[in-house]
């Protein structure tokens, strides 16, 4: 229950730190705005705008309220090698990587495969024969299944699910 409220308290402070000033949103609506108009329409491909400071202080926030909770971020949420390597440089803990693509960027970019856990749910035996041949080490299993084929090669960590429900008192 103390973790819960601390939690709380920390997410409050977070969320209001996060409200930007009205300036603030405006040079970046301005931003986007003019990147739109520089852009070619008949292109689909989306962009993204990134605000380090924020970043920064969410990974700040979250290790903050959970301090024995190790931060692996998760690659395909936004696989742009500038943020991994920024997450990677700012106290991240490690990588939760989908693909077999994901696992040999994150390397590129100086991760340890110690540090990358590969998630899909799923892995074909060539997928983890090969992640594992990169040097993953790290799994998530989903069946007991699962966990008496993987015993022998990987450690793994048992997926839980939980959904977070915040009312308003």
């Not at 992640?131 to 799994?139: I, N, Q, S």
Request: net charge positive; aromatic share 12%.
């Amino acid at each position: 229950k103390e973790i819960i409220e601390e939690y709380k308290n920390i997410e409050k402070k977070w969320r209001n730190k996060i409200k930007m000033s009205s300036l603030l949103k405006e040079k970046i609506f301005e931003f986007a705005k003019e990147i739109c108009n520089q852009r070619n329409h008949e292109s689909e491909l989306g962009f993204w705008i990134f605000h380090p400071d924020l970043t920064l202080d969410a990974i700040n926030h979250f290790k903050a309220a959970l301090p024995n909770v190790k931060l692996y971020y998760a690659v395909k949420c936004n696989p742009n090698p500038y943020l991994v390597k920024f997450v990677t440089d700012n106290g991240g803990d490690g990588f939760d990587c989908a693909s077999l693509n994901e696992i040999k960027e994150v390397i590129k970019l100086g991760m340890s495969p110690e540090k990358i856990t590969y998630s899909q749910i799923a892995k074909t035996s060539y997928e983890i024969l090969e992640a594992y041949k990169v040097g993953v080490r790290l799994t998530l299993v989903d069946s007991n299944e699962e966990v008496r084929w993987r015993r022998e090669t990987f450690h793994s960590v048992l997926r839980i699910s939980v959904i977070w429900r915040y009312r308003k008192s």
